[in-house]
T-cell receptor, first 116, second 110 residues
Framework: SAVISQKPSRDICQRGTSLTIQCQVDSQVTMMFWYRQQPGQSLTLIATANQGSEATYESGFVIDKFPISRPNLTFSTLTVSNMSPEDSSIYLC?????????????FGEGSRLTVL | EDQVTQSPEALRLQEGESSSLNCSYTVSGLRGLFWYRQDPGKGPEFLFTLYSAGEEKEKERLKATLTKKESFLHITAPKPEDSATYLCAVPYNQGGKLIFGQGTELSVKP
């Protein structure tokens, strides 16, 4: 298994500002992902954080809005840029235990953002 | 298009009243089905992975089963601490990403 730490755990932000969420995994992992969970909704994948290259974004999500860094095999950041109230969500970092693209996906506790 | 549908959306049980949650999926070439539990304000907690039809896995009062079209999460004699949202998910394309169902919110009353 993988233990994933996220910070901040929650924040209240002003419209138009940007916030960076950090994700730290306790072991080296090949694949890291960022999900969004809007109030009362299930999880939607934002992007795959690739180590050493640009993130791969899902349909409806763009790099200018959600820039992602993955400097090494245990750490990633997600920035939510130019925030609006519609960005109020829980943002979840996840990692696949071990190497490769099979096996269980583990999640951090999430970062709850409220945009005023 | 790959899709995951869970039912019911919400389920209220009395303590000790057994029931089942359903997860139906449409994917080309199943590469596993995952069940998670999510408590309010927390990230999803991994429960089970099932890989082939007929496979079953158990953990305490939970048992997950898999057919070619759906999975069931059976809850036997639930307790109030089993109250949570239960999510199922399947991988799509070759990138190891998961697509999640909408979840079933389970409430167990004493």
């Amino acid at each position: 298994s993988a233990v994933i730490s996220q910070k901040p755990s929650r924040d209240i932000c002003q419209r138009g500002t940007s916030l960076t969420i950090q994700c730290q995994v306790d072991s080296q992992v090949t694949m890291m992902f960022w999900y969004r969970q809007q109030p009362g909704q299930s999880l939607t994948l934002i992007a795959t954080a690739n180590q050493g290259s640009e993130a791969t974004y899902e349909s409806g999500f763009v790099i200018d809005k959600f820039p992602i860094s993955r400097p090494n095999l245990t750490f990633s950041t997600l920035t939510v840029s130019n925030m609006s109230p519609e960005d109020s969500s829980i943002y979840l970092c996840s990692a696949r235990g071990g190497q490769g693209n099979t096996g269980e996906l583990f999640f951090g506790e999430g970062s709850r953002l409220t945009v005023l | 298009e790959d899709q995951v549908t869970q039912s019911p959306e919400a389920l209220r049980l009395q303590e000790g009243e057994s029931s089942s949650l359903n997860c139906s999926y449409t994917v080309s070439g199943l590469r596993g089905l995952f069940w998670y539990r999510q408590d309010p304000g927390k990230g999803p907690e991994f429960l089970f992975t099932l890989y082939s039809a007929g496979e079953e896995k158990e953990k305490e009062r939970l048992k997950a089963t898999l057919t070619k079209k759906e999975s069931f999460l059976h809850i036997t004699a639930p307790k109030p601490e089993d109250s949570a949202t239960y999510l199922c998910a399947v991988p799509y394309n070759q990138g190891g990403k998961l697509i999640f169902g909408q979840g079933t919110e389970l409430s167990v009353k004493p």
